[in-house]
């Protein structure tokens, strides 16, 4: 596998796979790589011929300093595990490589996308997002790049920037990848304490709790069901939970047949903050 620190070495090495007509996938990444991502990077080593995975801890998505400070970093073994799925080129910049002495990001309009839910908690994230994921996109000019849905949010985002700035990449969304008892995989998991780690998997069976309900239940039941359910944990604060339509991410008030429906949570296990999702 081939590294690369800086935007120059990766361009030419990218230039000249691009000049032998290989196809290039790209998968971002924040690093504390887990089988989820690895999941991406197969699928994408399925369709491309070159496959460059960045781990870049982007502090313009952070809204929360600590957040930030608390991310795990475990380079070592992430290189390990990208070697173990025959990845390409990582890609593993500094803070200044990609921002060099201003840290802040462009504003975006994703037609009122990024005012939802995550928005809505974490003001300015997905400006950070979309700044990161298109300076990425003009380093690399990847022909797909791969976002899990795990993220449903931002891959929609994605999907919109893509369309509204006539981006020439194509997008692929990944099924979200769960631990054994469910917990959607994620890096900020291993800042779980035990009672947290062994409490979290609630998450997941409220989402599918849900599932069965919405075939019967309004959506305003079903969310005060939720809120009540969180109320008792021990272990669980809700931030949000909401049912909204897929492509627009609006509130769902009523089960409409032609459309297509996800229910979306955002928890606090004690400091850590887990989201997960499900198709209704
Ligand atoms: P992150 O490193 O958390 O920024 O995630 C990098 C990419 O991996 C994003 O597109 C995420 O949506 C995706 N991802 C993270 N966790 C999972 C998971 N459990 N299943 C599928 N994709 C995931």
Not at 76 to 90: A, G, H, P, Q
Not at 247 to 264: D, I, P
Not at 269 to 274: F, I, K, S, T
């Amino acid at each position: 596998m081939k590294i690369f620190n800086t935007r120059q070495e990766l361009k030419s090495y990218l230039t000249a796979q691009k000049e032998r007509n290989k196809t290039i996938g790209l998968v971002p990444t924040m690093g504390a790589l887990h089988q989820g991502h690895l999941s991406l990077i197969k699928k994408a080593k399925r369709k491309n011929d070159v496959v460059v995975v960045s781990i870049f801890v982007n502090p313009t998505q952070f809204n929360k300093k600590e957040d930030l400070i608390n991310y795990p970093k475990t380079i070592k073994n992430d290189t390990k595990l990208l070697e173990s799925v025959s990845c390409d080129v990582l890609f593993f910049p500094s803070v200044k490589e990609i921002y060099e002495d201003h840290i802040s990001s462009e504003k975006f309009d994703f037609d009122g996308l990024e005012h939802l839910m995550e928005g809505k908690f974490r003001q300015g994230h997905f400006d950070g997002v979309g700044t990161i994921v298109k300076t990425l996109f003009e380093i690399v000019i990847p022909n797909h790049a791969y976002f899990g849905q795990k993220d449903f949010q931002q891959l929609q985002i994605i999907k919109k920037m893509v369309k509204k700035h006539r981006l020439n990449v194509k997008i692929k969304g990944c099924a979200i990848f769960r631990e054994e008892d469910g917990l959607a995989m994620s890096s900020r998991n291993t800042r779980l304490s035990k009672e947290q780690r062994a409490a979290a998997p609630f998450i997941y069976k409220i989402l599918r709790k849900v599932r069965k309900k919405f075939a019967t239940e309004s959506t305003d039941r079903i969310t005060k069901w939720v809120a009540n359910q969180l109320k008792k944990h021990p272990f669980l604060s809700l931030e949000y939970f909401t049912i909204a339509e897929e492509k627009s991410l609006e509130t769902v008030k009523k089960r409409e047949s032609n459309k297509k429906n996800r229910a979306f949570i955002a928890v606090f296990a004690g400091e850590v903050r887990l989201i997960d999702n499900i198709r209704l």
